[in-house]
């Protein structure tokens, strides 16, 4: 376990030894870029093929949660992630394994929060289902998780 932190310190310098700029290093582009993870809820809706009343019901879950996320977080979030990923280009410059462990279990912690806040939404969603829509959606996940699976070439959760 020791040995994670300095891999990623070492990924991380590497990360910043071919970018220009070191706080724009790390940053995830293209389409797997950090805010666009919502392929679960998007397959989810796909497969389930939603009543009218279900739409309306979804389409008011999600003004609320983004109301709800609105009022919480009021932008900070995006802030302090930017903010860490500086202060981490700079530890890293400066050789700081120590505050570089520290922004690591900070990182931690946010992706933490963040996994909850995507399960409420995910709860939110499952719960206007019927049980014949929730039997296609696992049906459908079973079978983008063994592919997934197969194209990694085993398991690895």
């Given at each position: 376990?020791k040995?994670?932190?300095?891999?990623?310190?070492?990924?991380?310098?590497?990360?910043?030894?071919?970018?220009?700029?070191?706080?724009?290093?790390?940053?995830?582009?293209?389409?797997?870029?950090?805010?666009?993870?919502?392929?679960l809820?998007?397959?989810?809706?796909?497969?389930a093929?939603?009543?009218?009343d279900?739409?309306?019901?979804l389409?008011?879950?999600?003004?609320?949660?983004?109301?709800?996320?609105q009022?919480?977080?009021?932008?900070?979030?995006?802030?302090?992630?930017?903010a860490?990923?500086?202060?981490?280009?700079?530890?890293?410059?400066?050789g700081?394994e120590?505050?570089?462990?520290?922004?690591l279990?900070?990182?931690?912690?946010?992706?933490?929060?963040?996994?909850?806040?995507?399960?409420?939404?995910l709860?939110?969603?499952?719960?206007?289902?019927?049980?014949?829509?929730?039997?296609r959606?696992?049906?459908?996940?079973?079978q983008?998780?063994?592919?997934?699976?197969?194209?990694r070439?085993?398991?690895?959760?």
């Amino acid at each position: 376990m020791k040995s994670i932190p300095k891999i990623l310190a070492v990924s991380s310098i590497f990360c910043l030894a071919f970018a220009a700029n070191p706080a724009e290093a790390c940053e995830r582009r293209g389409p797997h870029r950090a805010g666009k993870g919502h392929g679960l809820i998007k397959r989810i809706l796909r497969t389930a093929q939603l009543t009218p009343d279900q739409k309306k019901q979804l389409k008011a879950m999600r003004q609320e949660f983004k109301q709800d996320l609105q009022a919480k977080d009021k932008g900070k979030f995006r802030a302090k992630r930017r903010a860490m990923r500086n202060q981490m280009a700079a530890a890293i410059e400066s050789g700081d394994e120590g505050e570089l462990e520290e922004l690591l279990a900070l990182k931690d912690q946010m992706r933490a929060k963040h996994q909850r806040m995507k399960m409420k939404k995910l709860k939110m969603v499952l719960s206007i289902l019927t049980d014949e829509q929730r039997a296609r959606v696992a049906k459908t996940m079973r079978q983008h998780q063994a592919k997934r699976q197969r194209r990694r070439g085993g398991d690895f959760d």
